[in-house]
């Protein structure tokens, strides 16, 4: 079982920054691919980054320029930091913990984006 506990949401004027922060446990994430995914009211969970154990990263169209996906394996840690933030950036976040047949999620930080 693998327990991950985000932080860094809350309200943010538009055009503010944001830094996500997902620790997770246990000794299998340094060769897991982690992500951050998101789900407005109403809305779908949907893809906002990705990144691999080797560190190759995957962005969703809307947030391409604007988010950085990293990770630090010393720390257990993924970041997303978030600029240039925009009201529809408003949602909870979600992190991902992905290793074969393993799938592991958060319970959420939320972020909202006030105009």
């Known amino acids: 079982q693998v327990q991950l506990v985000e932080s860094g949401g809350g309200l943010v004027q538009a055009g503010g920054s944001l830094r996500l922060s997902c620790t997770a446990s246990g000794s299998a994430f340094s060769i897991a691919a982690m992500g951050w995914y998101r789900q407005a009211s109403g809305e779908q969970r949907e893809l906002v980054a990705t990144?691999?154990?080797?560190?190759?990263?995957n962005y969703a169209d809307s947030v391409k320029g604007r988010f950085t996906i990293s990770r630090d394996n010393a720390k257990n840690t993924v970041y997303l930091q978030m600029n240039s933030l925009k009201p529809e950036d408003t949602a909870v976040y979600y992190c991902?913990?992905?290793?074969?047949?393993?799938?592991?999620w958060g319970r959420g930080t939320q972020v909202t984006v006030s105009s």
């Open positions: 991902n913990f992905a290793l074969a047949t393993l799938n592991y």
């Open positions: 990144i691999t154990s080797g560190g190759r990263t």
